[in-house]
């Protein structure tokens, strides 16, 4: 690992082996950070920071192509006992005791990159979100520095027109790409300046994480820090939710 490779705990809430992680994954790497991937069995958006880490009850299982680990950094798919894929909150926390086994210090934890974006209220219910909140607080051993990264995709599978599907599928994995590479980008420039606001070595201040929504557009122009934005109610109209993120 390079000088300026990070040892980077990766999770998420669409399921291990979804566009945006395994995108953000391959960019990661390629960058020489290294990466221990742990994210859900299956979809799990809208899990908040719901967590479960009672012994007996989380299911580990390493993933393997052609019989070989994964290579670039281990990847893992996480379960709760009853079978059904685990919170994210639950999978970052073991991503972050796999990627410090040995004493080998975490750098990074990220969630991401979430197929949705999550502004406004929606970052309550957010799984994505969810896990960072567990990344920094005090309710676990970690307390590391933490990124939230979701986008939205530029073609919905749920409106692809029929016989389109390929087509939107390459247009989302473009899309991923260009999010995923934007993000090592942004890591570098943190690791230029490493606790900038509190004069420590951290990558963020202690205690704080952030939550990044990356556009829908060809022409990036920079990083706006702003405040949350309030949304008066989840629930449309006729009573059912405006949309779902994670």
């Given amino acids: 690992m390079p000088a300026s490779g990070l040892n980077i705990a990766l999770t998420n809430d669409d399921g291990w082996d979804s566009q945006g992680i395994q995108t953000l994954r391959s960019a990661l790497i390629a960058a020489g950070h290294k990466v221990t991937l742990a994210g859900s069995s299956e979809n799990q958006s809208g899990s908040s920071a719901a967590i479960d880490l009672g012994q007996g009850n989380v299911l580990v299982t390493k993933k393997f192509e052609d019989g070989v680990a994964a290579p670039g950094g281990d990847q893992y798919a996480i379960s709760l006992a009853s079978g059904a894929g685990a919170e994210p909150a639950t999978a970052g926390q073991i991503a972050i005791a796999i990627a410090g086994q040995g004493g080998t210090p975490v750098d990074l934890l990220i969630s991401g990159t979430n197929a949705g974006a999550n502004v406004g209220a929606f970052t309550n219910v957010s799984g994505t979100v969810g896990a960072t909140i567990h990344g920094v607080s005090f309710t676990t051993a970690t307390r590391l520095p933490s990124i939230a990264i979701s986008t939205n995709e530029p073609q919905s599978l749920r409106f692809c027109p029929v016989g389109n599907h390929d087509k939107c599928e390459a247009a989302n994995l473009a899309h991923f790409e260009a999010v995923a590479n934007w993000m090592v980008k942004f890591i570098a420039e943190l690791e230029k300046k490493p606790g900038k606001l509190n004069k420590s070595g951290r990558l963020l201040p202690d205690g704080i994480a952030l939550n990044i929504n990356y556009p829908v557009s060809d022409e990036i122009l920079g990083v706006q820090s702003n405040v949350q ?11 059912f939710p405006l949309a779902c993120y994670g």
């Fill in 229 to 239: 934005g309030l949304l008066p109610s989840m629930m449309g109209t006729l009573g």
